[in-house]
Nanobody, 126 residues
Framework: RVELVESGGGSVKAGGSLSLSCVAS????????MGWYRQSPGEEREFVSG???????KYADSVKGRFTVSLDNDKGALYLQMNSLKPEDTATYYC????????????????????WGKGTLVTISS
């Protein structure tokens, strides 16, 4: 079982910055993809940014050039630096981990298991 805890949300004016953190605890021996998603009221949850097990970094077009994702494997933490924030960035931001390859006595197997954090609210005023 893995627990994800997000922090760093808050309220800022447009043009400001916020930094989000997500710390994973529990059994994290598997290779994993980690990412940030967000959801506004009445909208579907959407991908924001993430780092895959192979180190590849991805961003949604809407945040490219403004957001920077980073990973600290030693701490099991994923970060999201958000700059030049816009009112449309207002949402609850969620961290997700998906296990890719997990070890067992005979080798490793593909998992696909996912866990989500409870989210942290980001509010951007105009």
């Amino acid at each position: 079982r893995v627990e994800l805890v997000e922090s760093g949300g808050g309220s800022v004016k447009a043009g400001g910055s916020l930094s989000l953190s997500c710390v994973a605890s529990g059994d994290t021996s598997c290779t994993r993809n980690m990412g940030w998603y967000r959801q506004s009221p009445g909208e579907e949850r959407e991908f924001v940014s993430g780092i895959d097990y192979d180190g590849s970094v991805k961003y949604a077009d809407s945040v490219k050039g403004r957001f920077t994702v980073s990973l600290d494997n030693d701490k099991g933490a994923l970060y999201l630096q958000m700059n030049s924030l816009k009112p449309e960035d207002t949402a609850t931001y969620y961290c997700k981990i998906m296990f890719v390859m997990c070890p067992y006595a005979g080798g490793q197997y593909y998992s696909g298991e996912e866990y989500w954090g409870k989210g942290t609210l980001v509010t951007i005023s105009s």
